[in-house]
């Protein structure tokens, strides 16, 4: 499985290379999403890589499922060498490596955060702010999470660094001094 993991990480590098030359990294990862959408199932790699069907047969089944003007030609045609290699199934891994890259390079910062609650827009841009002052200015992308377990407050992760700011990390801690 590593040599596949390496596949699905060069593609992504070839990509991104390619993004960059064009200035179309919005562009690829938006592609890519659509891709991943309709060919990214177990279905979807079963079907493309059934022997019985002819390399015409798999072309006209990416050409009616995603209609030319859906996605950049390069893109389309990615999709196709994936098939023709027989590595549909590195498509999510191509995305979600891609999507790493593209981060890096636009300077975002993926931020698991666990509330009690959901939260309003006010709220989300608020830890957003709060956030990315903590990380020095950089752009922080919220992936929100509830856990009413944490009683109020919230619970970020940002990479290696975990920001505990919950009421049942509070109290577990005032029950500690207590004891």
Same mark, same amino acid.
């Given at each position: ?23 179309? $990294?919005?562009?690829? $990862?938006?592609?890519?999403?659509? $891709? ?19 390399? !015409? ?31 549909? !199934? ?14 890096? !390079? ?67 801690? $005032? ?5």
């Amino acid at each position: 499985m590593a040599l596949r993991g390496g596949a699905a990480r060069r593609y992504a590098q070839a990509i991104l290379d390619l993004a960059k030359r064009d200035n179309s $990294l919005d562009l690829w $990862l938006s592609d890519l999403k659509v $891709l991943n959408g309709v060919f990214g199932t177990a279905g979807a790699v079963n079907a493309l890589e059934n022997p019985k069907l002819t390399e !015409e047969a798999r072309q006209a089944f990416v050409e009616r499922l995603i209609p030319k003007d859906t996605v950049q030609a390069l893109a389309r045609n990615f999709m196709l060498l994936l098939i023709r290699r027989e590595r549909v !199934e590195l498509l999510p891994r191509v995305l979600d490596i891609f999507q790493t890259m593209y981060n890096n !390079e636009k300077g975002i910062v993926i931020a698991d955060v666990v509330t009690a609650v959901p939260l309003d827009e006010a709220q989300k841009q608020r830890v957003q702010t709060q956030l990315a002052q903590i990380t020095g200015g950089k752009q922080i992308e919220l992936r929100l999470h509830e856990d009413p377990r944490i009683l109020g407050g919230m619970v970020a992760r940002i990479g290696d660094e975990l920001l505990d700011a919950s009421v049942a990390t509070r109290l577990a801690r $005032l029950a500690e001094r207590l004891t």
